[in-house]
């Protein structure tokens, strides 16, 4: 069993992005990219969450669409601002999520 290099990514998206359904647009964009993490709102009133992929097969090109669309897509109610992203680097034989999902 080979060890995998899984790119594990923070986001944080502020505007109007509260009360507008951007977490569940998030969880579905998500699944439908086949990316696992979590999303939440925070008391700052931004949403923010981590989402990991695998550095090989289309797991990039995923990410990079997944991050074009919290940026520039989101819920059709909501108001982007601004986003910011962090990426790490894991060293793992799994990935750390098996599925993306809100938490409250």
Do not use: H
Not at 2 to 18: H, M
Not at 52 to 78: D, M, T
């Amino acid at each position: 069993e080979t060890e995998a290099n899984y790119i594990l990514t923070k986001f944080e998206v502020s505007g109007k992005v509260q009360g507008v359904s951007f977490r569940r647009y998030t969880q579905m964009k998500a699944t439908e990219l086949g990316l696992m993490g979590w999303c939440r709102n925070t008391p700052r009133g931004t949403v923010e969450g981590e989402y990991e992929y695998e550095e090989i097969e289309g797991g990039a090109v995923a990410a990079s669409s997944f991050q074009r669309w919290l940026c520039n897509v989101g819920s059709p109610k909501s108001r982007i601002d601004e986003c910011k992203f962090e990426e790490k680097e894991v060293v793992s034989d799994r990935p750390s999520f098996d599925e993306f999902v809100i938490i409250r």
